[in-house]
T-cell receptor, first 115, second 113 residues
């Protein structure tokens, strides 16, 4: 089972460039998330989606946009990259909260450097 | 609001000695709590989860955690550390609307041979 797959795994951008990170899940999960991980700060939520066609802002949404046109895919866009967006980005998915289905499943991460 | 506080940013133990990683949570309802592990340059793997069943939760690789409502704690333990346990550990709570996960800042575990 693939689970949650992120592409690309590594990327170097120049300041001002744009890019899109792709997340795909094959578990038919309703919820999907984008986090960024920075040293000493844990994972912080950028945007999330509770279903196809829906998105919502998380803790640190500025400078990012997202789209969820298909249930299995969640795209994270950087319109004009800044050095402050250098980070490791994780995508995750989870099912609707029930007693049995509670945890999130994570991709392997995308290491982005903005120079 | 929900939040978790990991009380130690770094923990060092000798191989074969017990591990204790501390986590306190803040929640106005009965939470779902998790511990995830992240090995260097890897993704996050679920160690264990608490979902209002047994308060003592057993996870993978010999890890356990005990949910203590009176202390709002969910500490992670292992009786005997192994070199392969060296990693970053995250305590996580699921929000009361069910659609967000809140992370602690992580505890880096070092295992000394």
């Amino acid at each position: 089972n693939a689970g949650v797959t992120q592409t690309p795994k590594f990327r170097v951008l120049k300041t001002g460039q744009s890019m899109t990170l792709l997340c795909a899940q094959d578990m038919n999960h309703e919820y999907m998330y984008w986090y960024r991980q920075d040293p000493g700060m844990g994972l912080r939520l950028i945007h999330y989606s509770v279903g196809e066609g829906t998105t919502a802002k998380g803790e640190v949404p500025d400078g990012y946009n997202v789209s969820r046109l298909k249930k299995q895919n969640f795209l994270l866009g950087l319109e004009s990259a800044a050095p402050s967006q250098t980070s490791v980005y994780f995508c995750a998915s989870s099912n609707i909260w029930t007693d049995m289905n509670t945890e999130a499943f994570f991709g392997q991460g995308t290491r982005l450097t903005v120079v | 609001a929900q939040s978790v506080t990991q009380l130690d940013s770094h923990v060092s133990v000798s191989e074969g000695t017990p591990v204790l990683l501390r986590c306190n949570y803040s929640s106005s309802y009965s939470p779902s709590l998790f511990w995830y592990v992240q090995h260097p340059n890897k993704g996050l793997q679920l160690l264990l989860k608490y979902t209002s069943a047994a308060t003592l939760v057993k996870g993978i690789n010999g890890f356990e955690a005990e949910f203590k409502k009176s202390e709002t704690s969910f500490h992670l333990t292992k009786p005997s550390a192994h070199m392969s346990d060296a990693a970053e550990y995250f305590c996580v709570v699921r929000g009361n609307t069910g659609n967000q996960f809140y992370f602690g800042t992580g505890t880096s575990l070092t295992v000394i041979p």
